[in-house]
């Protein structure tokens, strides 16, 4: 088992490393590798959208003609994992709490809207604890980075754990989205459960 | 990629400890500050240690890029910068005009805010408490005490663990920017010299740094502690660099940064990402060159996309460049901060 990181820009080590914690305490045969170029698409059984800025990440992804690639692999099956700017890439409705609506290239296959800094900016970024039982782990600290929110879902996508009124880990078949970031967390849970859909 | 020793959780956990240990490592004579930090038990908690040093994390493989208005800021969002640095004057243009360097007016940084998606820096003076409180209130994403304004204090840098808003501070050797992490900073620039277009004292730090870094995994342990002091530094600080063998936060390079060739070496000598200040709003191709450098940057490790990028600017239009050895020594910004 192969699994990929998308990793132009953002929290792609985090991720790689907390990755490989899930697979150790899981006992899987798998690794993770980073993924660039469309080539490298091929290979994996499973794909990570870090954190970042999902702007520079969008037109990377674009411009070295992954995204179109990316976007035909998730919508035939391709199990993905999208933290924070991850999650902006795969929602159909994107806008911006400031700044409003802006063209971005995205994935765009998830039943989510999702708004962009919902929270405000960096001062307003914090720090809580989320109740993982729902998906098998027990409570742990996570932190919101100039997060989005995912106000609305429909369709297939279900709500697996919120915070206030909007939910924060939302799964659609093979697609899995927070707006927090497990890849900082004391917990691997969330990639102990991305592991499980791709063995599926 | 790279992967390392310690998750970013496990590092967090030593910061905290660090806090716990303040009475122990004071008896034991260091002269070092060390934070009272905030810990949220349960709930939710803004402004936290483990909140500050997260958000660079998500700048990683980016670039930073200084402007100085609205317009420039959208060409730095439109070509992919993960964040912009408004200031009042481009390094290049600070060293030309002489006179004293102050944080840029507070109406424009707003209105970049207002204006664009991606996080938005802005500079303060070395040691100036209330440029950095102004910009808090403000509510910039995060605020970069920096050597090229004209300091305000020769002797103390900002207690940086005092504000919600995370810091990025300069340094050129492993000294320095343990200084400036035990102050509280959550990311460090290694400085070149700014202004220059020339990357070679970027590449100077940067290569002492890791060289600084190798060093201590070959020392006895005494040793380490003797580093420690010279320093200025609490012996863990030290101890988790050397298992690490990297710098605990985010560091980017910064300073004469000109080209995607040069920006591709900053990453291949091991920096996390990158900040482009005169080298593009002082090009004459500003937008393509900012795109080239975002492209050559997140993608280092494959030469031919840094060789495509190379070709999307042409060299004819590369800012002129300053040579360092016809600076004189009270030119240097680099020196200033130490």
Same mark, same amino acid.
């Given at each position: 088992?192969?699994?990929?990181?998308?990793?132009?820009? =953002?929290? !792609?080590?985090?991720?790689?490393?907390?990755?490989?914690?899930?697979?150790? $305490?899981?006992?899987?045969?798998?690794?993770?590798?980073?993924?660039?170029?469309? #080539?490298?698409?091929?290979?994996?059984?499973?794909?990570?959208?870090?954190?970042?800025?999902?702007?520079?990440? =969008?037109?990377?992804?674009?411009?070295?003609?992954?995204?179109?690639?990316?976007? @035909? $692999?998730?919508?035939? =099956?391709?199990?993905?994992?999208?933290?924070?700017?991850?999650?902006?890439?795969?929602?159909?409705?994107? #806008?911006?709490? $400031? /700044?409003?609506?802006?063209?971005?290239?995205?994935? =765009?296959?998830? @039943?989510?809207?999702?708004?962009?800094?919902?929270?405000?900016?960096?001062?307003?970024?914090?720090?809580?604890?989320? @109740? !993982?039982?729902?998906?098998?782990?027990?409570?742990?600290?996570? /932190? !919101?980075?100039?997060?989005?929110?995912?106000?609305?879902?429909?369709?297939?996508? $279900?709500?697996?754990?919120?915070?206030? @009124?909007?939910?924060?880990?939302?799964?659609?078949?093979?697609?899995?989205?927070?707006?927090?970031?497990?890849?900082?967390? #004391?917990?691997?849970?969330?990639?102990?459960? !991305?592991?499980?859909?791709?063995?599926? | 990629?790279?992967?390392?020793?310690?998750?970013?959780?496990?590092?967090?956990?030593?910061?905290?400890?660090?806090?716990?240990?303040?009475?122990?490592i004071k008896d034991e004579g260091l002269l070092t500050f060390v934070p009272e930090l905030e810990r949220s038990v349960s709930?939710?908690?803004?402004?936290?240690?483990?909140?500050?040093?997260?958000?660079?994390?998500?700048?990683?493989?980016?670039?930073?890029?200084?402007?100085?208005?609205?317009?420039?800021?959208?060409?730095?969002?439109?070509?992919?910068?993960?964040?912009?640095?408004?200031?009042?004057?481009?390094?290049?243009?600070?060293?030309?005009?002489?006179?004293?360097?102050?944080?840029?007016?507070?109406?424009?940084?707003?209105?970049?805010?207002?204006?664009?998606?991606?996080?938005?820096?802005?500079?303060?003076?070395? *040691?100036?408490?209330?440029?950095?409180?102004?910009?808090?209130?403000? *509510?910039?994403?995060?605020?970069?005490?920096?050597?090229?304004?004209?300091?305000?204090?020769?002797?103390?840098?900002?207690?940086?663990w005092e504000f919600k808003v995370p810091f990025v501070n300069g340094a050129r050797n492993l000294g320095e920017a343990l200084?400036?992490?035990?102050?509280?900073?959550?990311?460090?620039?290694?400085?070149?010299?700014?202004?220059?277009?020339?990357?070679?004292?970027?590449?100077?730090?940067?290569?002492?740094?890791?060289?600084?870094?190798?060093?201590?995994?070959?020392?006895?342990?005494?040793?380490?502690?003797?580093?420690?002091?010279?320093?200025?530094?609490?012996?863990?600080?030290?101890?988790?660099?050397?298992?690490?063998?990297?710098?605990?936060?985010?560091?980017?390079?910064?300073?004469?940064?000109?080209?995607?060739?040069?920006?591709?070496?900053?990453?291949?000598? *091991?920096?996390?990402?990158?900040?482009? *200040?005169?080298?593009?709003?002082?090009?004459?191709?500003?937008?393509?060159?900012?795109?080239?450098?975002?492209?050559?940057t997140a993608n280092w490790e494959y030469p031919e996309i840094v060789l495509e990028a190379q070709k999307m600017i042409t060299?004819?239009?590369?800012?002129?460049?300053?040579?360092?050895?016809?600076?004189?020594?009270?030119?240097?910004?680099?020196?200033?901060?130490?």
């Amino acid at each position: 088992m192969k699994v990929g990181i998308l990793a132009y820009q =953002g929290s !792609f080590e985090e991720h790689a490393l907390q990755t490989k914690l899930a697979i150790d $305490k899981l006992h899987l045969n798998a690794d993770v590798v980073p993924v660039k170029k469309p #080539s490298e698409l091929n290979v994996v059984d499973g794909i990570i959208l870090p954190g970042g800025e999902s702007t520079t990440i =969008g037109i990377m992804a674009q411009k070295l003609g992954v995204l179109d690639t990316l976007k @035909d $692999k998730i919508s035939s =099956g391709l199990p993905v994992l999208g933290t924070c700017a991850g999650a902006i890439m795969l929602a159909k409705e994107v #806008s911006d709490a $400031k /700044v409003g609506k802006k063209s971005q290239p995205l994935i =765009g296959l998830m @039943d989510t809207t999702i708004i962009r800094n919902y929270y405000g900016r960096q001062r307003e970024s914090f720090e809580t604890t989320l @109740d !993982f039982s729902t998906i098998g782990g027990s409570t742990a600290k996570v /932190v !919101f980075i100039r997060a989005p929110a995912i106000t609305k879902t429909w369709g297939k996508a $279900k709500e697996l754990l919120s915070l206030g @009124d909007n939910k924060v880990m939302v799964q659609e078949d093979n697609m899995l989205a927070t707006t927090f970031h497990p890849e900082l967390s #004391s917990t691997t849970i969330v990639h102990e459960y !991305f592991l499980s859909i791709i063995k599926k | 990629m790279r992967l390392y020793e310690l998750t970013f959780n496990e590092i967090e956990e030593f910061f905290y400890k660090l806090s716990e240990f303040r009475d122990i490592i004071k008896d034991e004579g260091l002269l070092t500050f060390v934070p009272e930090l905030e810990r949220s038990v349960s709930g939710t908690k803004e402004g936290t240690a483990r909140v500050k040093h997260a958000f660079p994390i998500f700048q990683k493989g980016g670039v930073v890029m200084d402007v100085t208005n609205v317009n420039q800021a959208q060409i730095a969002e439109d070509a992919g910068a993960t964040a912009v640095m408004v200031l009042d004057k481009l390094p290049y243009d600070v060293r030309k005009s002489g006179g004293v360097a102050r944080m840029a007016d507070p109406k424009i940084i707003e209105d970049v805010m207002n204006s664009i998606t991606i996080p938005v820096m802005a500079k303060v003076r070395i *040691g100036h408490y209330y440029e950095a409180k102004i910009l808090e209130s403000l *509510g910039v994403d995060m605020i970069d005490e920096s050597e090229v304004l004209t300091p305000a204090d020769e002797e103390h840098h900002i207690n940086k663990w005092e504000f919600k808003v995370p810091f990025v501070n300069g340094a050129r050797n492993l000294g320095e920017a343990l200084r400036r992490i035990n102050e509280g900073a959550s990311m460090i620039r290694t400085k070149g010299e700014p202004g220059t277009g020339n990357v070679s004292e970027a590449i100077k730090h940067m290569k002492i740094m890791n060289s600084e870094i190798r060093n201590l995994l070959g020392m006895e342990e005494e040793d380490r502690v003797k580093k420690a002091r010279e320093y200025q530094v609490p012996y863990q600080l030290v101890e988790l660099v050397t298992k690490l063998q990297r710098l605990p936060i985010v560091n980017f390079a910064a300073g004469g940064i000109a080209t995607p060739a040069d920006a591709a070496l900053m990453m291949w000598l *091991g920096s996390d990402g990158i900040f482009v *200040g005169s080298g593009i709003f002082k090009s004459q191709d500003p937008s393509e060159r900012a795109k080239a450098v975002v492209l050559a940057t997140a993608n280092w490790e494959y030469p031919e996309i840094v060789l495509e990028a190379q070709k999307m600017i042409t060299e004819e239009k590369s800012m002129m460049g300053i040579d360092i050895k016809t600076l004189k020594p009270e030119e240097l910004l680099q020196v200033r901060g130490v």
